[in-house]
């Protein structure tokens, strides 16, 4: 009875793991190298299992892909509202800190630029799945800064949000097309500071921390 018990709950534990162990290689591999470049055999080896386990977790290389998504969207959002909680109830702050730590991040050597923004390149296809995924992910950012935008008191927090939404998604590119360190992405935070201030008719001046 208790062998019985046992082994399917270890089958359960080392699925686990397995899985754990796929998603994290997929994790480094797609961000570093791109999802088109690697091969699933790559993955397998990278993570330590071999193929025939790899397939029994992901039916397919495409749902690979959307699963890496997945994990980096929620990541995306867990660094967002991280930033959020440095400055609670001051919207127009908390804006002026997402873009702070945004800066610096994109200034980390491991910084390989915005996932979703490299997935997108990669796929043409706008209804390919992971194009979707990309394009809803980032319609959910566009939603987060109008509402911190209406929050902070601007007069079209729409024309704001999509501002500071083109600037986030410029810095992101401008981080693997300069030098680290560069000016046009250390000016980040001032040029949004204009923004914001413009948009909600304040003189407050940003404060570094």
């Excluded at 495409?62 to 699963?67: A, H, P, S």
């Excluded at 990309?134 to 939603?143: C, G, M, Q």
């Excluded at 560069?182 to 001032?190: A, D, M, S, V």
Aim: charged letters at 25%; one cysteine or more; proline letters at 4%.
């Amino acid at each position: 009875m208790n062998k019985a018990v046992i082994k399917p709950i270890r089958k359960l534990i080392q699925g686990t793991i397995a899985q754990a162990k796929i998603l994290d290689a997929v994790d480094d591999l797609f961000y570093r190298e791109g999802a088109r470049m690697v091969g699933v055999d790559t993955v397998a080896s990278h993570a330590g299992v071999n193929k025939m386990c790899l397939y029994r977790h992901f039916e397919s290389k495409e749902k690979l892909v959307l699963r890496y998504l997945e994990r980096r969207a929620q990541r995306s959002w867990d660094n967002i509202e991280a930033s959020l909680a440095k400055q609670p109830n001051e919207p127009r702050m908390q804006l002026l800190q997402f873009f702070k730590d945004a800066t610096e991040r994109t200034q980390q050597p491991s910084y390989r630029g915005c996932a979703f923004i490299n997935i997108a390149t990669e796929f043409p296809d706008r209804n390919h799945p992971s194009r979707k995924l990309v394009a809803d992910h980032k319609e959910k950012l566009l939603a987060r800064l109008q509402e911190l935008a209406t929050q902070a008191g601007a007069t079209d927090p729409k024309a704001l949000a999509h501002a500071l939404a083109l600037m986030f998604e410029g810095a992101c590119a401008a981080s693997q097309t300069y030098p680290l360190g560069h000016p046009i992405l250390t000016t980040l935070q001032n040029v949004v500071e204009t923004l914001v201030d413009s948009a909600c008719s304040t003189n407050h001046k940003w404060n570094e921390q």
